[in-house]
């Protein structure tokens, strides 16, 4: 009776650390892609190139690419206009989901050191879903990205993480167009509701 009842006290002091501890992992990936999404704001103002964070849900990878074409909103566009490149994207992304067919754009190659290369998310992590601007809805599976504008603009987007089996805990990083800071939300919010 005394060791099934130590065995249960064990129980019951173990399971909470090993929740703790992926709760820990998740945080800290959050906090990885948060700091990548600066990076990639700051370095698209700073160096007059598009950037982009390229995701693939099916890889549970991410890498970081940069483009030297003209790709970038024009100046004088209001931010919530939708012409110019983003309607490219739409475009594009409508081409590949009815006719398998994409069209050609920009050049974009990975980025010089670590962050060009790919990112695999932390052990047990895994994207829950991923949704940008210029997707009409929120995707779970293949690959997208996530385009920062040399005139200070990114677009608007919601990348969700999970460690959790059922998809029942979430962190889920809404960008900021404007500044390209992330914050945390804990259930994935309707998609553009930045607007």
Known sequence: ??????????ITLV???????????????????????????????????????????????????????????SQDMEKDDK?????FLKENAENEKEKGEVLSGPEFKPVEGGLGEKQKLGEGIRFYGVWTEHLSERIREGQTA?????????????????????????????????????KTEFEEPPIGTER
Do not use: C, H
């Open 146 to 182: 996530l385009y920062f504008f040399p005139d200070g603009y990114a677009e608007e987007a919601q990348i969700s993480l999970t460690d959790d089996p059922n998809n029942e805990k979430l962190f889920v990083l809404v960008v900021d167009p404007l500044t390209g800071e992330a």
């Open 15 to 73: 399971v909470p650390s090993i929740q703790s501890l992926g709760s820990a992992r998740l945080r800290s990936e959050s906090a990885r892609m948060i700091g990548l999404i600066r990076d990639s704001f700051a370095r698209a103002a700073l160096s007059g190139q598009t950037y982009r964070i390229v995701f693939d849900l099916d890889d549970q990878s991410y890498w970081l690419e940069s483009s030297s074409d003209a790709v970038a909103l």
């Open 83 to 87: 012409s110019g490149f983003l309607d």
């Open 1 to 10: 009776m005394i060791v099934v009842l130590l065995i249960a006290l064990l």
